[in-house]
Every structure is written in C-alpha cells, then in structure tokens.
C-alpha cells in the first residue's frame, strides 16, 4: 500500500506442504517487516500488451504496461508509483486494452469508464485523477470489466449488498463524481 512493488521468480521460493506456515517475502527480497502487499500476479512473459491498473484512496489511477515492471535485479523492492503523503495504494489489477474500470468510493458513489481514457505512464509516475471526490470521500474498490462480466455485486460496511446488471451501469467519463450507487 506504499507503493512498492517486488518482481520474485517463482522457482526461488521454497516448497511448503498447505499446513506449513511458509517463509516470509524478506527472506527473498529485502522489504520492511511491516509491509502490507495488495496483489500478486504470475507473469510468464513481460512482452504483452496488457496493463497494471493501480489506484489509490485519493482517487488518483494510472495505467502501465506490464513490461514496465521487469527488474534485473529482484533482491529490492521499486516504487510502482509516487504518493503524495497521505494517500496509500488500495488496489492493482491486470487488464487489457478493450476493459473497463468501476471505481467504488467509500460514500456509495459508482464510476465506469474505458480504460482507453486512463493515459499510458510509465511506472514512476503519479497518474491522473480516477474519480472527483469530496473531501470526506475517498476511493474505496476497483474492478477490471471485460466482456465476460454481466453483473456487479456490491457489499456495504453495514452489510447490505445489491446485485446490479453491467448494461444498467452507465458508462461515464473518468475524472467525474459518478454515480450514487449503495
């Protein structure tokens, strides 16, 4: 949630049976006890044209090829992107070009939009803004849409959920407030 990233071949990791508890990640990469990790992917090959989607809690979101991402040297881990101070990483997911992003904020509000309006930067990067959020507002979840997915479940903190069809979504522009949702 810091922003970091480690790029780790698999076959460097030791085999465990299920019940075994499994070594931590610094025994592989040098990394802060302390590190929370968000997602892990399984990349075969860096040479594709998909994208790491990466949001964060202030609404910021960018876009980078998966490719950007390769290291030479995995006993470190590398910034994926630059914070301002009080955001954090709440989410990264793997897409494609023809996807879509639905971004959840914590006061109920629903955007859906392209991914082709989220410009390409490179790993480093900021990004732009995801969603306009209002000051007691901040984004919540993200969701990678693609031609297979027809419906959206959403839970509430109070435990209310709803199940909403994608066609009843409306498609809006990136950087709105979006809609109210739950």
Known sequence: EDGQYICLPVYQLADSKWKDIGQHISNYVKVANSVKYLSCFIVKDFNTYSFFITLTKNGMIKKTLVQDYQLQRTSKSSYAINLQDDDKVIDCKLAYENDEVIIVTENGYNLRYP?????????????VKAVKLTEQDKAASLTIANNSLTEVVYFTDKGNSKRIKLADIALT??????????
């Open 115 to 127: 991914i082709s309006q989220i410009p390409l930067v490179k790993v480093k990067a900021k990004g």
């Open 173 to 182: 522009n990136r950087a709105s407030k979006g809609l109210l949702i739950c």
